[in-house]
């Protein structure tokens, strides 16, 4: 597949995400009904029992196809998740995001996540609404067919049925390969996202026949905490990608000293000038602050050089300016006349790198 730069990291960074967090949090919503599921295939197949009864169990030697149903199980998975980021990607072809619509999607996605934490750490019964299950009808399915027999059809078709129960952080990386507007770029992502995710699908076999219900208390737990702070940076990105002066990352930056180097504030452009220049590298802007004069036209010139991060796809929400920036090259950005003591904010796309303009006289 030809997949350029800047999308190869971030389907870098899809990976990376399923192989933290991803795979704990998708075990948070699927791991109860699925373990449940495949309990009586496994053992009929395998021999290895994964439910933890009162009674000693034998323990039973290891065979050479010990592993094949959990492996047609995350196969299946991986080709369903795979074709549905596809079908995303397709879907986002014909339909443009815009920044207002990618923020309104972050803040959603972010106050779902904090929800669905809160609800597992059993904080206050009103988070049980942010609990996503399938219908009735879906689980009832599974479990019967779980059930069934112990042919190898059953995991393939258990694995299938997980994109009926997405976690959050699924949710989340489906809204990125809808947002790519590609076939190849959303199969992409999804595939390298459920890829991460098959190691702990893998181990969780095993590990939960061996401390049973202590290790899923510690994996709820830590899962929820992860969620919270996924929640609060997707909260902070739609935040950022509105141009609100509220938010986590320009109060952090207003309360932490500046730093000298790349990105710093002191590294600001000469103060009330016409004409402003604006570094966008992989890590951000430079400078985060630039200065122009009030009541006068301004040209913001934007500077790539080899810059393949998102940092290319710069917002100016209070202009709804949205511009995909070359890999290397210059960009001219006309500014109108604002306002002494109006602050311009612009943002990535993601809202992940942010800076300033303040007009004075």
Not at 9 to 29: F, K, N, P, R, Y
Not at 148 to 171: E, R, S, Y
Not at 244 to 251: A, Y
Not at 329 to 343: F, L
Request: with cysteine; hydrophobic share 50%.
């Amino acid at each position: 597949m030809a997949v350029k730069g800047r999308h190869m990291e971030q389907v870098l960074v899809a990976l990376i995400t399923g192989l933290t967090t991803g795979g704990l949090s998708c075990l948070a919503v699927q791991g109860g009904l699925l373990a449940t599921s495949l309990a009586r295939q496994i053992e009929q197949d395998l021999s290895i029992p994964l439910q933890v009864s009162k009674q000693r169990r034998k323990k039973v030697a290891p065979r050479t196809n010990e592993v094949l149903p959990i492996l047609l199980f995350l196969f299946a998975k991986l080709v369903t998740y795979t074709v549905l980021g596809g079908l995303l990607g397709l879907v986002g072809s014909f339909l443009t995001l815009s920044p207002v619509s990618r923020a309104i999607l972050l803040l959603a996605i972010g106050i779902f996540m904090i929800g669905n934490g809160l609800r597992m750490l059993n904080v206050h019964p009103v988070f049980r609404y942010f609990n996503f299950e399938p219908p009735r009808w879906v689980t009832r399915y599974i479990r019967r067919k779980a059930k069934a027999g112990a042919d190898l059809a059953t995991p393939l078709f258990l694995g299938a049925l997980t994109v009926l129960i997405p976690c959050g952080v699924t949710q989340a990386m489906m809204a990125v390969a809808l947002g790519s507007g590609s076939v190849v770029m959303g199969a992409a992502l999804m595939f390298a996202f459920t890829l991460g995710t098959s190691p702990v699908f893998f181990l969780v076999a095993y590990l939960t026949a061996q401390v049973g219900k202590r290790l899923e208390s510690f994996f709820l737990r830590f899962v929820a905490v992860v969620l919270l702070v996924l929640g609060l940076v997707s909260l902070d990105n739609g935040l950022n990608l509105l141009g609100s002066p509220i938010s986590l990352s320009r109060l952090t930056q207003n309360l932490l000293p500046a730093q000298a180097g790349p990105g710093s504030e002191q590294y600001t452009s000469q103060e009330w000038d016409d004409r402003l220049v604006l570094q966008v590298a992989n890590n951000g802007y430079s400078p985060r602050r630039l200065y122009a004069r009030a009541n006068a036209d301004l040209s913001l010139e934007l500077v790539t050089n080899g810059t393949v991060s998102c940092a290319r796809d710069f917002v100016i929400p209070a202009l709804n300016y949205y511009k995909l920036l070359p890999t290397t090259g210059r960009v001219m950005v006309s500014i109108p006349p604002q306002e002494p003591g109006t602050v311009m904010r612009f943002t990535c796309s993601m809202g992940m790198y942010t800076g300033e303009i303040v007009f004075g006289d």
